[in-house]
Antibody, heavy 119, light 111 residues
Framework: EVQLVESGGGLVQPGGSLRVSCAAS????????MTWVRQVPGKGLEWVAN????????GYVDSVKGRFTISRDNANNSLYLRMDSLRAEDTAIYYC????????????WGQGTLVTVSS | QTVVTQEPSLTVSPGGTVTLTCASS?????????PSWFQQKPGQAPRALIY???NKHSWTPARFSGSLLGGKAALTLSGVQPEDEAEYYC???????????FGGGTKLTVL
């Protein structure tokens, strides 16, 4: 069974940094693209960033470019999102997702971790 | 930056049929956008329903189907059940540096 468990969310001040993590199990982690999707509570979904199987191809939504960094550790079946220069508008639930195969984006989802940016 | 537009809300009667659509601000949606559809119920993570326009996952009920319709991606629910009341999101591959974009979501009410 595919399992994705996010952790690392919490309260951080504007301008601060945070790293959220995703522990993956139940599949061969190194064989799939992985993605971070976020959702402001009560609002819509926003695709944030993705990374290919071996970590050398990454994509970001414009609003986080230069501030967020996606990475992965295939040896430890883990996905990360390092978030710097955080803003109030980054407050959201951050979901870790796994592709289902070529062009099947975000088929499997974790339960999310809440990041709150506030003073 | 591409904007993906969905109907904000739709209402359907139990047993009825409803079609949700998903449009791109830049051009007509084709299979090259690899449209996906997701269902989200309150307090839950989204669940994938459709990928690459019309392909279903093993858990997708048969009453859900995906297609292209008039330059948009479409999700049709036939024989709607009360449990289908939810928010539905489409996702398009828009290419370039910003690879994927979600639509704003459609709140489907079964009444």
């Amino acid at each position: 069974e595919v399992q994705l468990v996010e952790s690392g969310g919490g309260l951080v001040q504007p301008g601060g940094s945070l790293r959220v993590s995703c522990a993956a199990s139940g599949f061969i982690f190194s064989s799939y693209w992985m993605t971070w999707v976020r959702q402001v509570p009560g609002k819509g979904l926003e695709w944030v960033a993705n990374i290919n199987e071996d970590g050398n191809v990454k994509g970001y939504v414009d609003s986080v470019k230069g501030r967020f960094t996606i990475s992965r550790d295939n040896a430890n079946n883990s996905l990360y999102l390092r978030m710097d220069s955080l803003r109030a508008e980054d407050t959201a639930i951050y979901y870790c997702t796994r592709a289902g195969g070529p062009w099947a984006e975000s088929v499997y989802w974790g339960q999310g971790t809440l990041v709150t940016v506030s003073s | 930056q591409t904007v993906v537009t969905q109907e904000p809300s739709l209402t359907v009667s139990p047993g009825g049929t409803v079609t949700l659509t998903c449009a791109s601000s830049t051009e007509a949606v084709t299979s090259d956008f690899y449209p996906s559809w997701f269902q989200q119920k309150p307090g839950q993570a989204p669940r994938a329903l459709i990928y690459s326009t019309s392909n279903k996952h093993s858990w997708t009920p048969a009453r859900f189907s995906g297609s292209l319709l008039g330059g948009k991606a479409a999700l049709t629910l036939s024989g709607v059940q009360p449990e289908d009341e939810a928010e539905y999101y489409c996702l398009l591959h828009c290419g370039g540096a910003q690879a994927w974009v979600f639509g704003g979501g459609t709140k489907l009410t079964v009444l």
